[in-house]
């Protein structure tokens, strides 16, 4: 299944990057101020760009980690306990296995263990808080996420990886839950039967990692846009902010439980974590231009690029009526695949906004 992320710009970055790149000079700074998967952080700085990535949700931050922040491949020097499993997997292999290699070899074979994914988001499971059993993974992979996540936290608590390996390592066990996930798009539900890619053995698999000689360009932090914009100097702002009503962090928690490394609480027929804690104003109409505003008053940065959609909670008049007042605008348009979860009476494609905004000196 891959990433299903709301609004994630993977399908055209060509078109964000072309329009970052008639603007700012290759060698700028850029802040993805909203970073999401980090697909359009990753490609910036493939590009040549220096990056500032910014998100709210915890796993956006190990995302974005993985995206910027390696310089040489992952040496996994630490890790001393490796177990017999690496060399039954080194065995099948024509090639010696690199340090990365051995150790998602290792954490595919720890012994599955019942805890609180089983607990909490199997049907084997007995929720502390529902009447009902959630269906997000079978037993088996719920078992294997908890096995997986509790030998991560030995790992990174016992000092064996450093505290970007742990971002990886986190990002693999993600990537390896979107594969494994019975729903049909967000976590926002699971679907009443297991359907077959849930029924697969959930593995982690090594991610590609991009690796340039550009070490301290980059940073990635993580919280509120608004709050963290006074921070940042930058060439252009790059904004993609949440369209619709839905709250990344509540249709995203599974993936925040597992970044965060935590236990809540899980609450409801959905098993929702308490997550008002990263609500997003850009969620609710009439919040959205306070936090705008804030952000284009308080980040020392004079041009932003901000993507928006035809399906937005603001109409394109509306947006453009309230940017106007900061500067000079330039909007361009194209056709683009709509993200499909639920809602399958929407047409197939919809119409994405690239506003430029030059701020008024
Ligand atoms: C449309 S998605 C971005 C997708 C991203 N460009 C990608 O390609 O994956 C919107 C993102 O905004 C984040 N977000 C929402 N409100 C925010 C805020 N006030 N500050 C920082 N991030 C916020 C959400 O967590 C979500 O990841």
């Not at 997986?148 to 064996?160: A, D, E, M, P």
Request: proline share 4%.
């Amino acid at each position: 299944m891959g990433y299903r992320y709301i609004g994630a710009k993977t399908k055209v970055l060509n078109k964000v990057l072309d329009r970052i790149s008639h603007l700012i000079p290759l060698g700028g700074s850029i802040c993805d101020l909203m970073c999401g998967t980090a697909a359009v952080s990753g490609a910036l700085r493939k590009e040549g760009y220096r990056v500032t990535a910014i998100d709210i949700m915890t796993f956006s931050y190990h995302h974005a980690r993985v995206a910027l922040l390696f310089t040489k491949p992952p040496a996994f020097q630490g890790v001393t306990e490796l177990g017999d499993t690496y060399s039954a997997t080194q065995q099948r292999s024509l090639y010696p296995l690199s340090a990365y290699e051995r150790v998602i070899a290792t954490l595919n074979h720890v012994e599955p263990k019942s805890g609180y994914f089983w607990r909490e988001y199997s049907m084997e499971g007995c929720p502390n808080n529902a009447m009902r059993p959630r269906n997000y993974f079978s037993a088996e992979n719920a078992k294997r996420i908890d096995a997986i996540r509790s030998r991560i936290v030995y790992l990174h608590q016992t000092g064996q990886i450093n505290d970007l390996e742990h971002s990886l390592l986190i990002h693999d066990l993600i990537m390896a839950a979107n594969d494994a996930a019975n729903i049909a798009g967000t976590y926002g539900h699971y679907l009443a039967k297991l359907i077959d890619r849930a029924k697969i053995p959930l593995v982690l698999k090594p991610s590609p990692i991009a690796i340039y000689d550009d070490l301290g360009c980059h940073s990635v932090l993580k919280g509120y846009a608004e709050n963290l914009a006074s921070d940042v100097e930058c060439d252009l702002c790059y904004i993609d902010p949440p369209y619709k009503k839905r709250q990344y962090a509540a249709n995203y928690h599974i993936l925040e439980t597992l970044a965060r490394e935590d236990e809540p609480e899980a609450i409801g027929i959905s098993g929702l974590r308490p997550w008002r804690d990263q609500y997003s104003n850009f969620c609710t109409r009439t919040k959205i231009y306070t936090s705008f505003s804030k952000i284009f008053t308080e980040m020392k940065c004079s041009n932003f690029l901000i993507s928006y959609s035809e399906d937005g909670l603001l109409s394109l008049d509306e947006l453009i009526d309230f940017l106007s007042k900061f500067g000079k605008l330039e909007v361009s348009e194209f056709r683009y695949k709509r993200f499909k979860s639920n809602e399958t009476k929407l047409s197939p494609e919809l119409t994405e906004y690239l506003i430029y905004l030059k701020i008024n000196n």
